[in-house]
């Protein structure tokens, strides 16, 4: 009560009547509606009835692909007997061509489960990150041929039926995961990465080489950047060099700041053209909000599952959507990690911040951006029509401050006419719940909170 009463009092002191102009050209087609709700882990099937995990949930927001990074830490996903190459693959010594020395029954399972709610796995090649003292998936491969065609095997488990398999038909085969993080650290603490650079470059180049030949019609790529651009600048100066295949570049980003992950997707875009890997997919493939790594991170934890997490989430959707980057995942989906916000912890139903990926697969069922403008900074617009001429529109607002309190008014105004408006709104008040809106003079007008988003369907 006290906060609506400053909500409303704050709405009168700074002129929430004045509105902001959004507009929406519904004549200029951008380009398609980019898949940027994926996520990291897939989803948890509990119980015969599938009523007890978050299926139901995972299936609704038509999340495309998850990624398979650090799936291992959990019970839910194979209670760590799973994804990994090295528990896929537990005796490096032992024949890399017999089906016994491969245990797929647990990975088996979880991607089962992902493919009954319509998401594709996204396969990363490697290992969990390993914050213990004691190290062990982690450091470079005996033999980096062997370990190819240890993956060469799991992909013929998965696509080709190889050793009572199947025919998934996945697509993204990652090499690695962030080998720059231990750039500093590999022989004293290294956590994904216990080799030099040179040897990562490598083991890349013969991993790559030896997948592309062998599948293709599959897309094979990485290195799961952490955030080194030096380092991704050296990495992909070796691969052109010595003639490397990357259908894809899989890169990380932890902010704040949309516009900075935005920002970061022109950097790599940038250095793939530079090297010539400039038809090569951009994916930034870990996200999420981190404010600080020391004494800031509770703050951090604290704001993932709330409305700011939402509106976070929304602004860098919205923002790499206009960025030159091709997907987006989430991390991380699996509810029982520490980076989870989009599901509660308790129970696994979804929080405000799983609403944006919901809202978004409503965007990409229609299928085609047109063009949006609005000149508040804090305020992202994206509008997208179906074939029929429908049209939705998503708008957030999103504060880094805690300190921005007043609601603002906003007219949405758009070229075409329609008959019928209503919207799904998150804010402090409610989450994703459906408001009317009247349409007067081909303009709907909204009112935000800050850190709130909309979702406006106008038929």
Not at 114 to 132: A, N, V
Not at 221 to 228: F, I, N, Y
Not at 319 to 343: I, T
Request: a negative charge; charged letters at 20%; aromatic letters at 16%.
């Amino acid at each position: 009560m006290i906060r609506k009463l400053i909500s409303a009092a704050a709405a009168m002191a700074f002129g929430l009547t004045a509105a902001a102009q959004i507009t929406v050209h519904t004549g200029t087609e951008v380009g398609p509606i980019k898949l940027m709700h994926a996520g990291n882990n897939g989803p948890v099937i509990a119980g015969d009835d599938q009523t007890h995990g978050n299926s139901i949930w995972y299936k609704m927001a038509e999340i495309p692909y998850a990624r398979t990074h650090d799936g291992s830490f959990y019970s839910h996903y194979g209670s760590g007997n799973a994804l990994d190459i090295d528990k896929i693959f537990p005796d490096f010594d032992s024949n890399a061509k017999k089906p016994s020395s491969y245990d797929f029954v647990n990975t088996d399972w979880i991607f089962e489960a992902m493919l009954s709610c319509g998401t594709k796995p996204f396969f990363r090649m490697g290992q969990k990150i390993e914050h213990d003292p004691i190290k062990y998936g982690i450091y470079p491969p005996k033999n980096f041929k062997k370990w190819a065609q240890i993956c060469e095997h799991i992909i013929m488990h998965y696509n080709y039926g190889w050793a009572d398999g199947h025919e998934m038909g996945i697509e993204y085969w990652e090499i690695w995961n962030e080998a720059d993080l231990d750039l500093d650290t590999w022989n004293t603490d290294p956590k994904c990465w216990g080799g030099t650079k040179e040897q990562f470059f490598e083991f890349y180049e013969v991993v790559a080489k030896y997948l592309k030949a062998r599948f293709p019609e599959l897309k094979i790529g990485g290195p799961a950047l952490a955030w080194r651009v030096d380092w991704a600048e050296e990495f992909l100066a070796y691969m052109s060099a010595h003639q490397v295949p990357i259908d894809f570049f899989s890169w990380h980003s932890y902010s704040t700041s949309p516009e900075y992950m935005a920002e970061m997707a022109e950097s790599i875009h940038g250095l793939l053209v530079k090297y010539g890997y400039g038809e090569a997919e951009s994916i930034l493939d870990e996200w999420n909000y981190v404010k600080g790594w020391g004494d800031e991170f509770d703050y951090t934890l604290n704001v993932f599952p709330t409305e700011k997490g939402a509106a976070f989430n929304a602004a860098v959707i919205q923002r790499c959507q206009d960025a030159p980057v091709d997907m987006l995942m989430y991390y991380d989906m699996a509810p029982e990690s520490l980076f989870n916000g989009v599901w509660d912890l308790r129970t696994w139903k979804p929080t405000p911040a799983y609403y944006p990926f919901y809202a978004w697969s409503r965007l990409v069922r229609y299928g085609t951006q047109v063009k949006s403008e609005c000149p508040e900074k804090d305020v992202c617009v994206t509008a997208a029509k179906d074939a029929s001429g429908r049209l939705r529109i998503m708008v957030s607002r999103y504060n880094s401050s805690d300190n921005v309190t007043a609601p603002k008014k906003y007219t949405v105004t758009f070229d075409s006419d329609f008959i019928q408006a209503y919207g799904h709104l998150t804010d402090p008040f409610r989450t994703y719940s459906e408001i009317p809106l009247e349409i007067k003079d081909r303009s709907v007008t909204i009112a935000l909170e800050p850190n709130s988003f909309i979702l406006i369907d106008l038929k």
